[in-house]
Structure formats: structure tokens, C-alpha cells
């Protein structure tokens, strides 16, 4: 078929789970960066958003069981990974992170099984219909776990002694259990099929040795290029969202966008709501942060004269202090559309 020509643009994938699951820690071992330490608390309070290149990521993929295919995984350029809150308070952030995803992290804490913003995570993901991986985390917690830094999980697993891998196996059945109870299946990612909807694949891990990380990654990679080759071939129409609306010390009023579907260049037209009534401006610039870094932490720009999907982006534009957060991004492409775009924005 001829749309098989079409590149394939980045999956979002969406990271969600209880408070302190190790949701932000797994991004800071993927991106080697310290993100998580600088929040205050510890505890994430925004919306995030990083893109990896997928040569960036070959090395790590390189480490993951023989159990997924060695390439395979090539045709996607990348993963746009979106961090989110695990507080009970910020439901509303992980409600539009997961409106956002073409794939999902669900992150468990082996020590701790199903707890409360996991369950409700997990929910807004069988509510959207959402694929996803969970990812069966701090596995160093084990009792008598000897790390092997950034191994795939197999290898490590297989290395440990026979009373850790009780434990881990232990742990497993009991988490197993809970799902169980929530007549959902969930297997070891290798046994769990193709089917999501029949078994939800688990990838244990480490963001502390980055042990399983190889296997989490790879998977994420795999499962786009076989089973949302449809969803993320570029396609004309645009799909961008507003994360975040700051003020940036030399830029002024920002809005950071994840642009899940399209292109904006500079000197697009474009709508957003806002409190006092549809904004409508001018892109004056398009900034992303440099690849593997978080756009929610203050960073060295990249200055583009126009961009595709999948990828986080700041703007800059007058106009932007009253846009809210959460409202859909419209590009006027003829000045016609202006007064369309206005009515569709304000009825919202
Ligand atoms: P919120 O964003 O606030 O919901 O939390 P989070 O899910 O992003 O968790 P975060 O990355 O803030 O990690 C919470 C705590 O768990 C930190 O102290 C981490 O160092 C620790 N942690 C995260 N992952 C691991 C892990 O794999 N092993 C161990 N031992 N500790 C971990
Ligand atoms: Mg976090
Ligand atoms: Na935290």
C-alpha cells in the first residue's frame, strides 16, 4: 500500500503510577540527568516531557533479552515520553497525559504492589483503551539482590541467588493476584502474547541500576513499530495540546505544547483558548530543549524555523498570558479560517 512510504512519526508514551513508584527516577537513568532531585519534595508537580532518539537508545536496547528482535525497531524515530504526577491531587495532569498517549508506562513498586494512583492510573488507561507496559520497578529492593548496572532483566534475574528470585517471584504472584481480582492478566513481557487486552506484559526494573531498562525501552520501540505503525504515520492534520503556560526570563509568557500529530512552523497563525476568550497570535519562536532533556526544567534551547511529531515544544508568541492549560492548539492556515477557529475555540 502506498501509505507504507510514509515515515513513521514518534509514539507519546505516557508514564503514570502512585507517588514515588520511581516514575521520574526511570526518566533520570534513561536521560542521565538528576531532574528528580530538584523537585521540591521529590515529588513531581507538572506535566514533563523528553524525546529519545532512538540511536540514542540502541546501546541500552542492545542489553535486552534475546527474546526481542535485535532491529525491528528502526522505523520509529523516537520515543516521546511524558512524565506525570503520581499525588493524589493531580489527577486532572494524569487525566490529560493519558488523553495524550499512543503507548503507556504503568509503574508498579514491586515492595508495594497496587496502591491507590496506580489503580486509578491503570483505569484511565482501560478507559481509553490505551496499550501499556508495566513496569515492575526497584527491583534492587530485593532481599539479597546483587545489581549487574543496566543488564537486561533475564540475565540479572537468572544471576541472582535462588533465595532473591523467591522473593522476586514471590512478589510477582502476589501483584499477579491483584490484577487477578481485577480480571486482568499480567505476564512476564516474552509470555504475554500480542494481545494487550488478553495480558498486560510486565518488564521488571531498576532506576537506580538501570537493570530492566533495556528491556522497557526495546519494548516500547517493538510494540510501536508492530502494532501502532497505523496510528503513527504522519499525518497531515494537526494534534497539539497545551502543557504549561510560564513565564520565561527573556522570552516572556511561553506555552509548552506536545505536538502529537503535524507540523508548526514560525509565523503560524494560531488559536488557543484562554481565560478571557480565544487567543489568537502569531508563533514568533518554536524552542525544544536539546534531545534527552526534560522541557519542564529550565534548559538550553534549540530554535527551529519549523517542526513535525512527535516532540515537546515551547513557544513564544504575544498573547499568551491568559491561555489555559490543557486546551487544544489550532493553526488558521487561511485567514478565513480565523473567525471558524475562534467560534470552535470559544464553544469548547
Ligand atoms: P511522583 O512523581 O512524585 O509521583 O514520584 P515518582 O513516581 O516520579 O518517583 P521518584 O522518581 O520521585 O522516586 C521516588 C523515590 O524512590 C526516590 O527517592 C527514588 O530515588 C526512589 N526510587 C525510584 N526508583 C527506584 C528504584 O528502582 N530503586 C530504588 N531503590 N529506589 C528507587
Ligand atoms: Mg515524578
Ligand atoms: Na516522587
Redesign the pocket.
Known sequence: EDSDLFPLRSPVVCIL?H????????LDRLRRTNV?EG?AG???QQIGATFFPVDRMRPLCNRASENLPASGYSDVPGLLIIDT???ESFTNLRSRGSSMCNEAIL?VDIMHGLERQTIESLELLLARDAPFVIAL??I??LYGWKKIENAGFFETYASQSQETRDHFDKLFGEIRTAFQLRALNIALYPEAGDDHKECIPVCP????TGEGLPDLVSFLFTYGQKHLADDLRLKPQLDATVLEVKVIQGLGTTADIILSNGALKEGDTIVVSGTDGPIITQIRSLLTPHPMKEIRVKNEYLKHPSIAAAIGVKICATGFETAMAGSPLRVAYHPEEIPVLRDITENE
Do not use: F
Open positions: 503510577g507517588v514515588d513508584v520511581g516514575k521520574t527516577k526511570i528528580q523537585e521529590g515529588i513531581t504526577p503520581g499525588h509503574v520497578n526497584k534492587d529492593c526494573t531498576s532506576a537506580h
